[in-house]
């Protein structure tokens, strides 16, 4: 059932909150889950996601356990998994055919959606009919389905990402036998995106990494398993490019927090960076930049394209046969405003502080 503004809002046992994917998206509830805790302190929150994706929320504070959905996993066995937590309300932060089927088989548990778009909007935007503008960033609209939730406004909370016992150290110690030289600074980069309007030049990327090299810098490459081609042609064999793609996320957010600034494509790698606190310069092709906020961070987009943003998530190819969205973004500039973030940053951002030391 959908809850309704009649329903009660007393603070309930417990809390299963459900986002399956992906790992940015799991990282913008951060907030939302920061704001239930505040309201509710002695509300058991239970996160379900894909199993995979765990580890970017297991150690929230807020969060009292994970329940991963395993690859191949039914959905029945899951509902099954779910109701032995003895969940009492759902706060559901994904709001796909998955999650409704969950609410199906979990009957008795009241059911909190959150809203991102109507149909009419999904229906003209798959059929290229206006261009795609986010109603408000993605986190506010998930911080509001916790206030539906609650019955009253509450506070914003701040996206984080908390690292596991022991990920930093073991970071360092990733990072120290690549060759890192502790005493430089180190920039992130991954340069992959599950759509191809998402991601930047990789010829591009390899030009701003032979600019960074040149100015002293040291380079972290970040990336999922199947990116390892991709970075590769990046690296192209320089000294002082690191490259860790194809990493755990778990290790992936350790090494994240041990940059000085980070750069990536509208992808899970950017999220991580601004929930680690680590001042970074977004990329966007296709897809919406305000979706989210930059507060501390540096946006690249090419405003001055009518065509642009074209689609909710990227595509294969630009419709306009152009690309000029991405194209257009010179890596000078991008090193530019990646100088700038290093040179501006006389101390870690709060959020990363909250869990880790530089030292």
């Not at 001055?304 to 973004?329: I, N, T, W």
Request: net charge neutral; proline share 6%; charged share 20%.
């Amino acid at each position: 059932m959908n809850a309704t503004a009649s329903e009660n809002h007393t603070q309930p046992e417990s809390v299963l909150v459900l986002r399956f994917s992906a790992v940015g998206d799991v990282l913008l509830t951060t907030p939302a889950l920061d704001a239930l805790h505040t309201a509710w302190p002695n509300t058991r929150i239970i996160f379900g996601t894909k199993a995979f994706i765990g580890d970017m929320i297991r150690h929230h504070p807020a969060v009292s356990e994970v329940v991963g959905l395993n690859r191949g996993e039914s959905a029945g066995d899951y509902a099954k998994r779910l109701r032995a937590t003895n969940f009492t309300r759902c706060l559901d932060l994904h709001d796909k055919l998955r999650s409704r089927i969950l609410n199906l088989l979990t009957p008795g548990r009241p059911f909190t959606r959150w809203h991102n778009r109507s149909s009419l909007d999904n229906i003209a935007i798959a059929l290229g009919l206006k261009s795609y503008r986010a109603p408000a960033p993605t986190a506010d609209l998930f911080h509001r389905a916790v206030e539906k939730l609650v019955g009253r406004e509450l506070p914003r909370g701040r996206m984080h990402y908390a690292p596991g016992p022991g990920d930093v150290s073991q970071a360092r110690d990733m990072l120290k036998e690549a060759g890192a030289d502790f005493s430089r600074p180190i920039i992130g980069m991954a340069a992959g995106a599950n759509w191809a309007t998402k991601r930047w030049p990789a010829e591009y990327f390899r030009e701003l990494v032979g600019m960074l090299l040149n100015q002293g810098y040291q380079i972290a490459l970040n990336g999922g398993p199947g990116e390892r081609e991709l970075s590769a042609s990046i690296a192209d064999g320089r000294a002082g490019v690191l490259d860790f793609t194809g990493a755990t996320l778990a290790e992936m957010g350790a090494i994240t927090l041990q940059c000085t600034a980070f750069v990536a494509n509208d992808s899970g790698p950017m999220h991580l960076a601004r929930a680690c606190g680590v001042p970074s310069v977004a990329i966007f092709g296709s897809t919406d930049p305000a979706m989210f906020e930059y507060e501390g961070h540096a946006l690249a987009y090419n405003h001055d394209l009518e065509c642009s943003p074209c689609s909710f998530y990227g595509r294969k190819a630009c419709p306009q046969q152009h690309f000029r969205c991405m194209v257009d973004l010179r890596p000078d500039g991008v090193r530019d405003q990646l100088v700038g973030l290093v040179n501006g940053r006389t101390a870690p951002l709060a959020p990363a502080d909250r869990y880790y030391s530089h030292a």
